[in-house]
């Protein structure tokens, strides 16, 4: 089941979620973020505002609930925004480079991927003060990098990674397993991009990855319109909301998954947040 939470004309950059809150950050109106109460009646809230974001087409956002805060990447001026929700007071932190994707890891640290467009990609994890706890630079083939998320470690060894990279016709659509501190690839799942029919399972610009707590990965695969669900070992499992069937209005572009309630919440190119749930 599908539900069309909120629109807007302006593409979803980052979504994510913090204290039952469903928090949304669009690619032109990159100075807030929209904040909306979930469960019950969905509604939006307030607006936290934020100095000005370049390039925003490319930034993401996260919740720390260890933390208590947001994380804001800011592609186009190599920093991050740490975002108090509670009273909107901002802290800024310069980074060695142009991130890209955030996630939050097992132990709440931050977790920040850095788009390199002529040498591997890297991620850096970091601690809730600004310090690097671990800094992992990808083999040579992972190149445009998006979006990095810790594996779950009952599905596999810890310090382990998963990478989407993939930039329209140029480079490898895929998703790959990658491991601390060498950045090899141990396995991976795409490669070649495809679409429907004989190509029900291939990737086309994965940009954004979510992963439960049995290790299940679900892929933003933006240029098919769809959502992608593989195994913990990278194996096909089948596809979950499309444009072509009608269940997602647009392209996806970021994911956020709440384990409680088994809601994916889905930020599209035109717009609008669905939430699927989740049945399996």
Wanted: aromatic share 10%; with cysteine.
């Amino acid at each position: 089941m599908v539900s069309q939470l909120t629109g807007s004309s302006h593409r979803v950059s980052g979504v994510t979620l913090l204290d039952n809150r469903l928090y949304v950050l669009r690619c032109r109106d990159s100075d807030q973020i929209e904040i909306y109460q979930v469960g019950g009646r969905f509604q939006l809230e307030r607006c936290l505002f934020l100095p000005r974001l370049y390039h925003d087409d490319w930034n993401d956002l996260a919740g720390s609930a260890g933390h208590r805060c947001l994380y804001v990447s800011n592609f186009s001026m190599n920093r991050l925004q740490r975002v108090d929700p509670v009273d909107s007071s901002i802290t800024l932190w310069p980074l060695p480079g142009s991130p890209c994707g955030l996630s939050i890891t097992q132990t709440d640290n931050l977790l920040v991927t850095f788009h390199e467009s002529t040498s591997p990609g890297w991620a850096m994890e970091i601690d809730g003060s600004g310090n690097c706890v671990r800094r992992v630079v990808f083999e040579a083939g992972v190149l445009w990098a998006w979006h990095t998320v810790e594996v779950v470690r009952s599905a596999m060894p810890q310090f382990q990674y998963l990478v989407s990279h993939g930039y329209y016709d140029q480079h490898d659509h895929c998703v790959s397993v990658v491991g601390a501190p060498y950045g090899q690839k141990f396995r991976g799942y795409g490669g070649i991009p495809g679409g429907g029919g004989a190509d029900a399972g291939k990737l086309y610009v994965p940009y954004h990855l979510a992963v439960d707590e049995d290790g299940c990965v679900f892929v933003a695969d933006h240029h098919n319109g769809r959502v992608v669900v593989l195994s913990s070992e990278l194996e096909f499992v089948r596809c979950l909301g499309s444009v072509d069937g009608g269940e997602l209005k647009s392209r996806p572009r970021r994911l956020c998954l709440s384990a409680k309630s088994r809601l994916l919440y889905v930020g599209q190119d035109d717009g609008t947040v669905a939430a699927i749930q989740l049945e399996f």
